[in-house]
């Protein structure tokens, strides 16, 4: 066997090459601890007991793969845990633990896989905790599951739900805020504003009502009643069609709205519709999360949901996926803050959602029934019935019929 000396210089030069050459999760085979060039003549045998040496230190943990074995590193802090705990029983509890990483282990899993006696195993624990080792944690996708996880480390995305929840819980408060903080934005880059006036109504200018065009050369517009077909009339007649000209009102297009903003669409080949990249840069910059960092993975789920429901719709960007909203015409020009501060719910009833065009009423949709609170009981011969709906009567009759019910 080699000089118990030469093996410690050997063993730390060996720890210190794979270090440099990859991460804790890398997997080294003996290939390629030999090919570091540490161990002279590339003796398997010396790196053997080499290797054996870190196991024992617990810097080396060893694994087994299709290709055979293999170890990673561990750093001297973590390894020096190990090699801090009392007995073996400890040691298996903590691997356990740390192997899981980020996503945490179950602690019925390490039972089970440990083969150990819940007494025993609840013992572990407790020490590890006490010692500052392992935490317990939450998981979303089992929140009713009791999950330990290392304590210097932070749970992974798919334990904690990410952003989206908080302690453990789905925080759609802060979903729907940012959709509809992300959908105001996509409007506003996928849009513009025509600002149509009074002033400019009849004059032909962009924004206005349409100027009424000219007749063609030898049409006559209208009809020329039968009486007045080949006579001369006089002046007082003259007279009086300039007094019933001046006198009649003007009327207006249905079409456009004088004084009212409407957004119309971009021009064709426009290529500056906002992308996931530059929606994240506008959170990021708004400071609208302080407290929460979204990565542009985030932003892309929040924008998914807007596209399945059928708010925004993609477009090609110079080889890039970008988006504006749909229905550009019937949108509002008001965010949707504005929008719900505007809104009176006597009028317009219950709003789950503030974004898009607003769904066209009808007298089914009104009607209470939509949202009756006590639909499920509502049968002839039953507590509630059509025949004695008190929503009806308010519904129909209005103001009068509510006060005669409270005075019944």
Same mark, same amino acid.
């Given at each position: 066997?080699?000089?118990?000396?030469?093996?410690?210089?050997?063993?730390?030069?060996?720890?210190?090459?794979?270090?440099?050459?990859?991460?804790?999760?890398?997997?080294?085979?003996?290939?390629?601890?030999?090919?570091?060039?540490?161990?002279?003549?590339?003796?398997?045998?010396?790196?053997?007991?080499?290797?054996?040496?870190?196991?024992?230190?617990?810097?080396?943990? *060893?694994?087994?793969? +299709?290709?055979?074995?293999?170890?990673?590193?561990?750093? =001297? !802090?973590? $390894?020096? /845990?190990?090699?801090?705990?009392?007995?073996?029983?400890?040691?298996?509890?903590?691997?356990?633990?740390?192997?899981?990483?980020?996503?945490?282990?179950?602690?019925?899993?390490?039972?089970?896989?440990?083969?150990?006696?819940?007494?025993?195993?609840?013992?572990?624990?407790?020490?590890?905790?006490?010692?500052?080792?392992?935490?317990?944690?939450?998981?979303?996708?089992?929140?009713?599951?009791?999950?330990?996880?290392?304590?210097?480390?932070?749970?992974?995305?798919?334990?904690?739900?990410?952003?989206?929840?908080?302690?453990?819980?789905?925080?759609?408060?802060?979903?729907?805020?940012?959709?509809?903080?992300?959908?105001?934005?996509?409007?506003?880059?996928?849009?513009?504003?025509?600002?149509? *006036?009074?002033?400019? +109504?009849?004059?032909?200018?962009?924004?206005?009502?349409? =100027? !009424?065009? $000219?007749? /063609?050369?030898?049409?006559?517009?209208?009809?020329?009643?039968?009486?007045?077909?080949?006579?001369?009339?006089?002046?007082?007649?003259?007279?009086?069609?300039?007094?019933?000209?001046?006198?009649?009102?003007?009327?207006?297009?249905?079409?456009?709205?004088?004084?009212?903003?409407?957004?119309?669409?971009?021009?064709?080949?426009?290529?500056?519709?906002?992308?996931?990249?530059?929606?994240?840069?506008?959170?990021?910059?708004?400071?609208?999360?302080?407290?929460?960092?979204?990565?542009?993975?985030?932003?892309?789920?929040?924008?998914?949901?807007?596209?399945?429901?059928?708010?925004?719709?993609?477009?090609?960007?110079?080889?890039?996926?970008?988006?504006?909203?749909?229905?550009?015409?019937?949108?509002?020009?008001?965010?949707?803050?504005?929008?719900?501060?505007?809104?009176?719910?006597?009028?317009?009833?219950?709003?789950?959602?503030?974004?898009?065009?607003?769904?066209?009423?009808?007298?089914?949709?009104?009607?209470?029934?939509?949202?009756?609170?006590?639909?499920?009981?509502?049968?002839?011969?039953?507590?509630?019935?059509?025949?004695?709906?008190?929503?009806?009567?308010?519904?129909?009759?209005?103001?009068?019929?509510?006060?005669?019910?409270?005075?019944?």
């Amino acid at each position: 066997m080699a000089d118990r000396d030469k093996l410690q210089i050997l063993k730390d030069a060996l720890y210190e090459a794979a270090r440099d050459h990859g991460s804790d999760q890398r997997l080294f085979s003996q290939r390629d601890l030999l090919d570091m060039h540490v161990i002279p003549q590339d003796n398997l045998v010396l790196l053997m007991q080499v290797i054996q040496i870190l196991c024992d230190e617990k810097l080396f943990v *060893g694994n087994t793969t +299709a290709s055979g074995l293999s170890w990673r590193w561990r750093s =001297r !802090e973590d $390894a020096k /845990k190990y090699t801090s705990l009392p007995n073996s029983d400890l040691m298996m509890v903590y691997a356990m633990v740390d192997e899981a990483g980020a996503d945490g282990i179950w602690n019925r899993t390490i039972k089970n896989k440990l083969n150990m006696a819940d007494s025993l195993m609840k013992t572990c624990i407790k020490y590890l905790e006490q010692k500052g080792y392992i935490a317990s944690m939450k998981n979303v996708e089992h929140p009713n599951k009791k999950m330990y996880i290392k304590a210097n480390l932070r749970p992974s995305d798919r334990a904690t739900g990410g952003p989206w929840f908080t302690e453990g819980e789905l925080d759609t408060a802060f979903i729907n805020e940012l959709q509809e903080i992300v959908f105001d934005f996509i409007k506003q880059k996928s849009t513009y504003t025509s600002h149509g *006036g009074a002033a400019a +109504a009849g004059t032909g200018v962009q924004g206005g009502t349409q =100027r !009424e065009k $000219a007749p /063609k050369k030898g049409v006559v517009q209208g009809t020329i009643p039968e009486d007045t077909k080949g006579t001369k009339r006089s002046a007082g007649e003259i007279s009086n069609d300039d007094t019933a000209a001046a006198s009649a009102p003007t009327t207006t297009s249905k079409k456009t709205r004088p004084g009212k903003p409407q957004l119309l669409p971009l021009p064709a080949g426009y290529k500056s519709y906002p992308t996931v990249s530059d929606i994240a840069k506008f959170i990021h910059h708004a400071g609208i999360t302080n407290n929460t960092t979204l990565s542009e993975a985030d932003i892309q789920q929040l924008v998914d949901v807007l596209y399945y429901d059928g708010l925004v719709e993609s477009v090609k960007v110079n080889g890039r996926k970008g988006y504006r909203v749909t229905r550009i015409p019937k949108q509002d020009t008001r965010t949707c803050n504005q929008r719900r501060l505007d809104h009176d719910p006597s009028k317009g009833g219950i709003v789950t959602s503030f974004m898009g065009v607003e769904p066209s009423a009808s007298g089914l949709m009104e009607a209470p029934c939509g949202r009756c609170p006590v639909y499920d009981m509502c049968e002839e011969g039953g507590p509630v019935s059509p025949s004695n709906c008190v929503y009806f009567r308010q519904w129909l009759d209005g103001d009068e019929v509510k006060e005669q019910v409270i005075s019944i």
